[in-house]
């Protein structure tokens, strides 16, 4: 079940810029980021906390409201594709084995997995982050595929260091680190790489310059130019900032441009820059879109994310806190776990399952441009054409504000009708 925040303005999804091999620094926008409570009660969490349904995170942080055995089991159809994508990470270890130079690059092997539910086993995450740190401290490893960063791996570093180094918010699971320069503090930069089956850029448009590296010489400075068609997919992204913010709590990040790459079924390393204002979303300052980078888009999504999560916990223990996100139908809904517990707390919503009372729809804060959003709903109001009436009468009147308001309007009535 999708979520909508409730402290949340709209955000605008569009089209992607057009990318040369050396972008240019793009213009950074201003977000307003969600305040984190002061007092900390979830645990680490991954990139998928930024880009999922916060509602799915909410309910999985409350066992004693939703038992873990009120989830219902994957589709084949979601089975099938995590086999899929379990089976082309092997393919590019294979062709790194066989392809790259064994003295530069290292290919850590498969994590065992529990054979009733299929996770990996906490022995085999250990030893993961163990052989990662391994790689790390041999000069002549410039590239570790199947890498991992974690509450081990942070150990060793602190022990190596001398001195306490955590992320207590994050864990990485990057398809491969490439290594790089060394920095001021003794250490080797590190630049993330993801592992997607599926294209590196989506969509159809002219084929455009790419900075890209061939899986025998998966380092950056052998990154040549390439043309590709489409454009670069935001969720890619969203993960290797996740990756970069770790790696830059613990220091093993170079200062100034942020490099990450993907390798997606060209089996190439695509590499761009992760700080690039390349993406058109709703600026929430200015009230108007314009282009943000996945670092900028992540920070703000990950911030709420925590937020919702501590909320959840604080909620689960105490149900007279009022929950800050709630279920609404959306299209990723058909393969959530939870869906049919969101299905029964929307049956019983007398508006006939547009959303909850005192929560905003998902509709509300990606359809309607919404002024002073937190505010206005946290003196009770929910409904898309509150917003809109009351965007209305508190910014003078314009064609583009009658324009956008129209639209919300439609976006609202044909979701009524799906409902």
Same mark, same amino acid.
Request: include cysteine; charge should be neutral; charged fraction near 30%.
């Given at each position: ?16 810029a ?17 305040p ?27 066992p ?15 089975r ?61 490893v410039?590239? @570790? ?7 081990r ?13 955590s =992320? ?24 993330? @790489?993801?592992?997607?089956d ?9 084929? @455009? ?17 390439v ?12 993960q ?17 441009e942020?490099?990450?790459?993907v ?18 979303r ?5 009230y ?7 670092l ?33 139908? =959306? ?12 299905h ?20 509300t ?14 003196v009770g ?21 009658r324009?956008?308001r ?14």
């Amino acid at each position: 079940m999708a979520a909508a925040p409730a402290d949340t303005v709209g955000v605008q999804a569009s089209d992607e810029a057009s990318t040369a091999a050396t972008p240019q620094q793009g213009t950074a926008s201003t977000l307003v980021p969600l305040p984190v409570p002061t007092v900390r009660r979830w645990g680490r969490q991954g990139g998928y906390l930024a880009k999922k349904c916060f509602e799915s995170a909410a309910k999985n942080n409350m066992p004693t409201t939703y038992a873990p055995e009120l989830k219902l089991p994957y589709s084949t159809f979601t089975r099938d594709l995590m086999d899929r994508g379990n089976l082309f990470e092997q393919k590019i270890g294979e062709r790194l084995r066989v392809e790259a130079d064994p003295a530069r690059v290292v290919v850590i092997g498969d994590e065992e997995r529990d054979p009733v539910t299929g996770d990996r086993t906490p022995e085999s995450k250990l030893r993961k982050e163990e052989a990662t740190w391994a790689a790390y401290l041999d000069p002549n490893v410039e590239f @570790v595929f199947n890498a991992r960063l974690g509450g081990r791996f942070e150990e060793l570093l602190s022990e190596y260091l001398g001195r306490p180094v955590s =992320d207590s918010d994050r864990i990485s699971e990057p398809g491969a680190i490439a290594f790089g320069e060394v920095l001021a503090n003794g250490l080797r930069a590190m630049r993330f @790489v993801d592992v997607k089956d599926h294209r590196t850029t989506s969509g159809k448009s002219k084929p @455009v310059r790419h900075a890209a590296s061939p899986i025998a010489e998966p380092f950056f400075p052998a990154a040549g130019e390439v043309r590709l068609s489409g454009q670069l997919n935001i969720d890619d992204w969203f993960q290797l900032a996740h990756y970069h913010r770790h790696g830059e709590t613990l220091g093993l990040v170079a200062d100034g441009e942020v490099w990450g790459a993907v390798i997606g079924r060209d089996e190439v390393l695509v590499w761009a820059r992760v700080d690039e204002a390349r993406f058109l979303r709703f600026d929430e300052v200015q009230y108007r879109r314009g282009r943000m980078s996945a670092l900028e888009l992540y920070d703000r999504d990950f911030a709420r994310g925590l937020a919702v999560v501590d909320n959840a916990i604080a909620r689960d223990t105490d149900p007279s806190i009022a929950p800050i996100v709630g279920p609404e139908w =959306d299209s990723s809904c058909k393969e959530c776990p939870w869906r049919a517990e969101c299905h029964k707390e929307l049956a019983k919503h007398p508006g006939g399952g547009v959303s909850p009372p005192g929560v905003s729809s998902r509709h509300t804060w990606r359809q309607c441009f919404a002024i002073d959003l937190m505010e206005w709903f946290s003196v009770g109001h929910s409904s898309c054409f509150d917003t809109i009436l009351y965007m209305s009468m508190s910014r003078p009147e314009s064609r583009r504000i009658r324009r956008r308001r129209r639209s919300a309007r439609r976006g609202c009535r044909r979701t009524s009708r799906r409902a």
